[in-house]
Structure formats: structure tokens, C-alpha cells
């Protein structure tokens, strides 16, 4: 089935040590968005990519970078995490070419310690 | 800013009975809405959608209600069942040719058997 996939589901950090998330995707999608979203708030935009075009959010921090090396597949990068950078982290991908549906991954669960 | 937020923060429901979940939208200009359905631990499963010329848009035991008078969004869950509790985000989009979109807080429903 074509679908978001999001490596690892779990990760666990130490404070400072920088961590990558991937996300890939088999639905062939332009457009591949990061979400961070903490314990009971909404999804929280921090940047996307329109084909190798990258978007950044206006108070998305510096400390958060995203890379995208071909269409199936999105990074995001934290340099230097915090304790307030756990949380879990959403890929998602859409068309440009409606509808405009957003397809999720899993997530992955973020721990800093 | 603009934003999109829920009246309820916590829906608890028999099972069997119909649930309505509510969302108040600001931007006018949004002319695409989603519901989408988080269980714990998950990432956004898309429900229904519903584009602004449209004021009534039905799915599988899910309605979907656009009122852009008064901007108000609504999900009828008709015959809850326990697997349905979980929360459930509306989102808007904000911007044409691609999906960007802004979500709402997000409302917990509890369906007891």
C-alpha cells in the first residue's frame, strides 16, 4: 500500500546531541511537510518542501533543519536538541494537484534526556 | 493572527449516541476544510473534507457541516463506537495551488460502552 513511513518510531536523545527523523514515501507526492506536535496541542507547521523548493516557517527555530535528496524522501535534522524539543514529530505529504488531503506517518516520539 | 480553534476541549459520549464535534474558523478566504481523527500514539488519520462552496458533504456514519456565515465547522459521528474515541482535529487551508494547512486545537472524544 502507498503510505508514509517515518524511521524510528521511537528515538531518545541526549541534550545537545544532534538526531535526525526520516520520513519516505511511496505515493509519489511534490509537496512533504514536518509537524512537531507536543502532548495535547494541535500539529504545529515548522516547515515543508514544494518539490526541492524548501519553506520555512517564520518561528520555526534554527536549531531545527530539514533535507530532502530526492521526492521519496524528507529529513529533519535537530543540531542541538533541548528538553522542550521532545515531542512527537509528523511527516506528512500532499498533490499539488488537489485534492489537498494531507497523508500522515506515524510519527516519531522524540525523548531528550 | 488568524487560527481555527474548538469549542469543546473534551466530548463524552455514550456509545450508540450521535456526537457532534464543533470548530470556529477566522479566515474567510479558506475555501478547503479537513477533519481528521489522532488516535494515541498516531499520527492524523484523514476523515472528511469539505470545500467552501459546499455547506454539507457525508461520508461513512461521518457528516461534515460548513456554515460560512457565522465561519463554523462541524463533524456528526452518527452511532458512536468506542473505537472512535480519540481526538479529532478540524483544519483549514490557507493557502491555494497546494495544501498548507492550519489546524485547530483539537477535541477529545470519550465514547463509553
Known amino acids: 500500500d502507498a503510505m508514509v513511513i517515518q524511521n524510528p518510531r521511537y528515538q531518545v536523545t541526549q541534550f545537545g546531541k544532534p538526531v535526525t527523523l526520516s520520513c519516505s514515501q511511496t505515493?509519489?507526492?511534490?509537496?512533504m511537510y514536518w509537524y512537531q506536535q507536543k502532548s495535547s496541542q494541535a500539529p504545529k507547521l515548522l516547515f515543508h518542501y514544494y518539490d526541492k523548493d524548501f519553506n520555512n516557517e517564520a518561528d520555526t527555530p534554527d536549531n531545527f533543519q530539514s533535507r530532502r535528496p530526492n521526492t521519496s524522501f524528507c529529513f529533519l535534522d535537530i543540531r542541538s536538541p533541548g528538553l522542550g524539543d521532545a515531542a512527537m514529530y509528523l511527516c506528512?505529504?500532499?498533490?499539488?494537484?488537489?485534492?489537498?488531503?494531507?497523508?500522515f506517518g506515524p510519527g516519531t516520539r522524540l525523548t531528550v534526556t | 493572527g488568524e487560527s481555527v480553534g474548538l469549542h469543546l476541549p473534551t466530548l463524552s459520549v455514550q456509545e450508540g449516541d450521535n456526537s457532534i464535534i464543533n470548530c470556529a474558523y477566522s479566515?474567510?478566504?479558506?475555501?478547503?476544510f479537513i477533519w481528521y481523527k489522532q488516535e494515541s500514539g498516531k499520527g492524523p488519520q484523514f476523515i472528511i473534507d469539505?470545500?467552501?462552496?459546499?455547506d454539507k458533504r457525508q461520508g461513512q456514519r461521518v457528516t461534515v457541516l460548513l456554515n460560512k456565515t457565522v465561519k463554523h465547522l462541524s463533524l456528526q459521528i452518527a452511532a458512536t463506537q468506542p473505537g472512535d474515541s480519540a481526538v479529532y482535529f478540524c483544519?483549514?487551508?490557507?493557502?491555494?495551488?497546494?495544501?498548507?494547512?492550519?489546524f485547530g486545537k483539537g477535541t477529545m472524544l470519550l465514547v463509553s460502552p
Open positions: 506528512a505529504t500532499s498533490s499539488d494537484r488537489g485534492p489537498y488531503e494531507q497523508y
Open positions: 469539505i470545500r467552501s462552496n459546499m
Open positions: 505515493l509519489n507526492h511534490n509537496v
Open positions: 479566515n474567510s478566504a479558506s475555501d478547503y
Open positions: 483544519a483549514e487551508e490557507v493557502n491555494s495551488g497546494y495544501s498548507t494547512l492550519t
